[in-house]
């Protein structure tokens, strides 16, 4: 799910992301929501998929993801 860092922290949060047109875009959704207050995403992992129906037709996609990012040091007291 991450790229590699040497002696770099990530941290992981699980997220629900939605999309009326496609799990594809609940993906994204989720990532682009989080993205605009976590900074250093690196990577993604879809951990399920669901979608509401309604009269018999997909009304919603739901994917549980788990967003990861590299905690940016700079920032802690040491």
Not at 2 to 13: A, C, D, L, N, R
Not at 49 to 72: M, P, R, T
């Amino acid at each position: 799910m991450t790229k590699e860092t040497s002696g770099g922290v990530v941290k992981i949060v699980e997220l629900v992301g939605s999309s009326p047109s496609s799990f594809s875009d609940a993906v994204r959704n989720a990532v682009s929501t989080a993205s605009k207050t976590i900074r250093n995403i690196t990577g993604v992992d879809v951990l399920s998929s669901n979608a509401s129906v309604e009269n018999g037709e997909i009304s919603l996609y739901k994917v549980q993801v788990k967003v990861a990012f590299l905690v940016d040091a700079s920032n802690v007291d040491k």
